[in-house]
C-alpha cells in the first residue's frame, strides 16, 4: 500500500515545535545556571531599613562637606593587574580641610563577584587621605566609602572609577 502524497507534513510542524522547546530548554538552562536571580543580600531587611538611610543622606548633606576620591596613581604590574594610589580630599561648606577621620572602604568590580577588596585610607596631610591597593583586573570599579569622626554623623561616598 502507498502512502499519500504530503504524509510527512505533519511532521514538520512536530520538528519545528522540537526545536523551539529543544532552544527554550537550553536558555532555560542558561538562566538557571549563571544567575541567581539575587541582586541585593537581605533585600527585605534594606526595604525596611529605607526610611534610615533617607535619615543618614539628610544628615550628611546638613554636614556640607565635599569630597574628592581620585586615582593618584597606577602602576600597571601585569597586563591586567594593577597597583592603585587612592586620594581622598574632605572639605567643610566653608572650603576648609576636613581633618580627624576614620576612613574605610571596598572596592568592588560591579560586573563580577568575588573580586572586592577592603581597604583603609590614612590621612596624608589637611583634609587628604591615601591608600594603595593591588587591583586584579584593569576597568571598571565601583569605591564604596564611609568616613567617620567623633560627633558626627558618617560621611558615605559612592564612586564609579575607570582604572587604566
Known amino acids: 500500500m502507498a502512502r499519500k502524497p504530503g504524509w510527512w507534513y505533519p511532521w514538520i510542524f512536530v520538528g519545528a515545535f522540537a526545536v523551539v522547546?529543544?532552544?527554550?530548554?537550553?536558555?532555560?538552562?542558561?538562566?538557571?545556571?549563571?544567575f541567581s536571580g539575587l541582586a541585593v543580600e537581605r533585600a527585605f531587611d534594606k526595604g525596611n531599613a529605607y526610611n534610615a538611610e533617607i535619615a543618614a543622606?539628610?544628615?550628611?548633606?546638613?554636614?556640607?562637606?565635599?569630597?574628592?576620591?581620585?586615582?593618584?596613581?597606577?602602576?600597571?604590574?601585569?597586563?591586567?593587574?594593577?597597583?592603585?594610589?587612592?586620594?581622598?580630599?574632605v572639605a567643610d561648606r566653608d572650603g576648609r580641610p576636613v581633618d580627624g577621620l576614620a576612613v574605610s572602604a571596598r572596592v568592588e568590580r560591579p560586573t563580577v563577584t568575588g573580586h572586592d577588596i577592603a581597604m583603609t585610607l590614612y590621612p596624608t596631610g589637611p583634609g587628604a587621605y591615601e591608600a594603595q591597593t593591588r587591583l586584579p583586573f584593569k576597568g571598571q570599579w565601583e569605591v564604596r566609602l564611609v568616613?567617620?569622626?567623633?560627633?558626627?554623623?558618617?560621611?558615605?561616598?559612592?564612586?564609579?572609577?575607570?582604572?587604566?
Open 57 to 89: 543622606e539628610q544628615a550628611q548633606a546638613a554636614l556640607g562637606w565635599t569630597a574628592d576620591l581620585a586615582i593618584a596613581e597606577t602602576v600597571p604590574e601585569t597586563d591586567d593587574v594593577r597597583v592603585v594610589r587612592w586620594r581622598l580630599t
Open 147 to 164: 568616613a567617620n569622626r567623633q560627633g558626627t554623623p558618617p560621611y558615605r561616598l559612592r564612586n564609579r572609577v575607570q582604572v587604566p
Open 21 to 34: 522547546f529543544a532552544v527554550n530548554m537550553t536558555m532555560v538552562k542558561f538562566a538557571t545556571s549563571t
